[in-house]
């Protein structure tokens, strides 16, 4: 239900944006997350979007958005200013009632 995309290698300092797309319009009522893995590490909670409402881990705030287009049922993480340390595998991720949905993942590698 859920196709991730838009990751890929940039230098240090630079940006990338990736897409997170819904088969359906379940991101409408329904808070959505990024995700990331880094190497030798757990999965981590990068940000949210619930509504008009945006949350963010100290490490990317000012450097990443999180933003939603209804229309075309996808969600959005704007990353600006990469760093090394933001080298992981990126999911992006809703909960609808019991059941957890993850998008594919995306590979995002920043080099220095």
């Known amino acids: 239900q859920l196709q991730a995309s838009g990751g890929g290698l940039v230098q240090a300092g630079g940006s990338l944006r990736l897409s997170c797309a819904a088969s359906?319009?379940?991101?409408?009522?329904?808070?959505v997350a990024w995700y990331r893995q880094a190497p030798g590490k757990q999965r981590a909670l990068v940000a949210t979007?619930?509504?008009?409402?945006?949350n963010y881990v100290d490490s990317v705030k000012g450097r990443f958005t999180i933003s939603r287009d209804n229309v075309k049922n996808t969600v959005y993480l704007q990353m600006n200013n990469l760093k090394p340390e933001d080298t992981a595998v990126y999911y992006c991720?809703?909960?609808?009632?019991?059941?957890?949905?993850w998008g594919q993942g995306t590979q995002v590698t920043v080099s220095s």
């Open positions: 991720y809703t909960k609808i009632g019991f059941d957890n949905y």
């Open positions: 979007i619930t509504s008009g409402i945006r």
């Open positions: 359906s319009s379940i991101f409408i009522i329904n808070t």
